[in-house]
């Protein structure tokens, strides 16, 4: 179980994971008990290792990772109020212990530099892909954090839209006729998003996904791919509005964008989840001696004010209705209330992507999924949230 998290340490390959982040500690070399490790340890002395303790809950992590079998994506689950991960799975996986010979038969070094193809890629933590409609969050949080534009402002939603030249269409060539904007976003109306894109201005749209991460590289406890946006001032009016529906088609110097890893829209449903605080995400809790004393624990931390709690809320609204009476029922669980946002993300390939993006309040916590199923048969991603959910609620409820 979680061998992208733990990693390996290895002569011949080196570390990854944990086991890189943390070696100085489980070998006893860092965060020390007492000031005579600390100096048996300059004099070249052997000394007890410690135990490094995760956020990782078993029973969640099991899930996340039950979900994944026979597919190929990645699920993050986080801790809305504190940041802290509760699970984090990619597939292909490998056992991490029988690394040396899963690498040496596969060729691979280990780096993660064979990309999409390796067994031992993060898909959570280093495939960047196009969001898709899950992205439609950060546009609605944009809009409604410009002013003037409210979740009962209407648009038409024809089944495609010239804007800067060129089309935008709905999923499936479907028109919606005049909507609202809470019932366009309960539909994942394309064509609507892309007008907001086109009103609000790449700038507005940009600042604002890098205000819930995009093109910032995090100090965090463990390796992260930047997920990007381009330069709005590189962006043509069609580009930024496929990117406000969150599907990049950008040529220029700056990269497309939005390019997001399952953890960044992950920290996205946190953010509105926590009344538009982004906390910084992590894996390391606290160190055990080999003593039985706790030494160092990480303290939860804000990395942004994401948006207005105000707009977090009217966004958190428009999520229950999506799993209510919009694209993502099948996330529902009786007797709880789940809020979320489902996806279709084109690839160039014969299949799209498949996202989802929610979360539930259980126990005094708000426990928050992304996952990205690539080249799926359909909306696979909601129902498969859902059974991480509801691994959730069984353990906090």
Known sequence: MASHIIGYSSIIYGSTGIEGTYADTLAGRADFNSWTDAFNVLASKQVPGNDVYLTIDSRIQAAAERVLVGEVGGVVVIDAKSGAILAMSSSPTYDNNMFEEMLASSGDDGSGSGGGETMFFNRATQGLYAPGSTFKIVTLA????????????????????????????????????????LRAFELSSNTVFAQLADEIGASQLCKTAGDFGF???????????????????????????????????????SPAGPQATVLQMCMVGAAIANDGVLMTPYLFDY???????????????????????????EISRAMEEVVTQGTGTAAQIGGYTIRGKTGTAETNKPRDNSWFVGYVEVGGRIVVVAIVIEQSDGAV???????VLLAAIEAFG
């Open 142 to 181: 944009s809009a409604l954090s410009k002013g003037g534009i409210k979740l009962d402002s209407t648009y038409d939603s024809p089944q495609s839209i010239e804007i800067g030249g060129a089309n935008i269409t709905n999923f499936d060539a479907t028109a919606h006729g005049n909507v609202t904007l």
């Open 215 to 253: 093109n910032k590289k995090l100090d965090l406890d463990f390796t992260l791919s930047t997920s990007l946006m381009p330069d709005p001032r590189q962006m043509t009016k069609w580009e930024t509005a496929w990117a406000g529906v969150g599907q990049p088609v950008g040529e220029h110097s």
């Open 287 to 313: 160190v055990v001696s080999p003593q039985g004393a706790v030494g160092k624990t990480t303290a939860p931390r804000q990395l942004a004010q994401a948006c207005p709690a105000s707009v977090a809320r």
């Open 381 to 387: 991603a909601t129902p498969k949230a859902r059974e």
